[in-house]
T-cell receptor, first 109, second 116 residues
Framework: KNEVEQSPQNLTAQEGEFITINCSYSVGISALHWLQQHPGGGIVSLFMLSSGKKKHGRLIATINIQEKHSSLHITASHPRDSAVYICAVSSYNTDKLIFGTGTRLQVFP | GAVVSQHPSWVICKSGTSVKIECRSLDFQATTMFWYRQFPKQSLMLMAT?????????EQGVEKDKFLINHASLTLSTLTVTSAHPEDSSFYIC????????????FGDGTRLSIL
């Protein structure tokens, strides 16, 4: 079993829909990261959080430390949101990130 | 802020060639840089971690003589794929982070390497 599990693996949506991507982890963490990988390969760091909730524009990330679970929400989705969304965690005892397998999102007009 | 520039973005070369990829932090000092490899539709795989002024720490199974990493300054790390072969063809991406507590990693745009 992977230390970081994401669901769903693939997601299609119509423009305007509300989207949720889930991430569960099984290790102790110092922070959880949500990353966006564009079709060309470049990666953007969307959020780093260790508790509660963060919001940036139409994106919202939440984390429940007790349940070891995080969600990424996209409100009013748009075709430009189409990308792979990756959940990653920083564990307590290492610099390294542990990555989920990613969620491939396609938003159609 | 926190821009990481990776160059080149795309390389095609013949088998046996050595290829150097640069990773630069443009507006911050990166005490730690990470090099990843990614195969199609797979997650990022950490190859090595480099700290400025010291030798890189390689992950298990990554050949240090094959993938030479240099982090000579706080804004530049390089990955050299020596005597590249077709099986080295992949997407390579770096990230950089500055010191001090729990800091996020900032990623470059990646380099797509194709060895003929």
């Amino acid at each position: 079993k992977n230390e970081v599990e994401q669901s769903p693996q693939n997601l299609t949506a119509q423009e305007g829909e509300f989207i949720t991507i889930n991430c569960s982890y099984s290790v102790g963490i110092s922070a959880l990261h949500w990353l966006q990988q564009h079709p060309g390969g470049g990666i953007v760091s969307l959020f780093m959080l260790s508790s509660g909730k963060k919001k940036h524009g139409r994106l919202i990330a939440t984390i429940n430390i007790q349940e070891k679970h995080s969600s990424l929400h996209i409100t009013a989705s748009h075709p430009r949101d189409s990308a792979v969304y990756i959940c990653a965690v920083s564990s307590y005892n290492t610099d390294k990130l542990i990555f989920g397998t990613g969620t491939r999102l396609q938003v159609f007009p | 802020g926190a821009v990481v520039s990776q160059h080149p973005s795309w390389v095609i070369c013949k088998s046996g060639t050595s290829v150097k990829i640069e990773c630069r932090s443009l507006d911050f000092q990166a005490t730690t840089m990470f090099w990843y490899r990614q195969f199609p539709k797979q997650s990022l795989m950490l190859m090595a971690t480099s700290n400025e002024g010291s030798k890189a720490t390689y992950e298990q199974g990554v050949e240090k003589d094959k993938f030479l990493i240099n982090h000579a300054s706080l804004t530049l790390s390089t990955l050299t794929v020596t005597s590249a072969h077709p099986e080295d063809s992949s997407f390579y991406i770096c990230s950089a982070r500055w010191a001090g507590g729990n800091q996020p990693q900032h990623f470059g745009d990646g380099t797509r390497l194709s060895i003929l």
